[in-house]
């Protein structure tokens, strides 16, 4: 089955914007539900600039899934900033650093990033 662009990066630039309006707007619910720590101080500020990224993501995605031909050389940058996301989180699971909620929830970057890479190898770079 051959994936669509459409669907599939449409799909991760939807997460991406939940995530990353969820940080900004909605950080005691997802402490509660990921099990984090209460985020304050210059802490804040590190949360804030990666909603920030997580959302510039999300328009990349936006663009690729408008016009996938065009928008084809960032693919690659999507997946190593999926895969990054993927292993920062489990990086800090294994070290006992975050619940297991949170790798949970990063697992769908990883599964995005697979996609990304099959969706490259249908896909020509003509």
Known sequence: MRLSAGWLFGAAAGFNI???????????????ILQLDPITGSNLMLLVLTAGFILLFAYAYARIALDPVTWRPFIG?????????????????????????????????????GLFLIYLRQTSAA
């Open 77 to 113: 940058f999507c997946v190593i900033g999926k895969t990054a996301a993927a292993a920062s989180i489990l990086a800090c699971w294994l070290l006992g650093q975050v619940a297991w909620t949170l790798p949970a929830l990063g697992s769908g970057d990883l599964i995005f990033a």
């Open 18 to 32: 939940v995530v990353g309006l969820a940080l900004l707007f909605q950080r005691p619910w997802l402490e509660a």
